[in-house]
């Protein structure tokens, strides 16, 4: 188990230490920064088009 575990942080070690490796890691840092954004910003969308549809079923129910 030890020797697995030594054998996965020297693999981790050279992605790290590669540079091809720092271009991934900031290209996953603005993808997670992106997907936040998106996040944030369709909870308040989705706020918005739960309030249009409440709107509209009150004045449908209202006329009835």
Known sequence: ????????????????????????V????????????ATAAMRSVASDISQAFSNNASVFNSDI
């Open 26 to 37: 900031e290209y996953a840092l603005i993808v997670a920064l992106i997907s936040l954004g």
């Open 1 to 24: 188990m030890q020797e697995e575990f030594s054998k996965f942080w020297k693999a981790v070690w050279r992605f790290v230490i590669q540079r091809d490796g720092q271009d991934l």
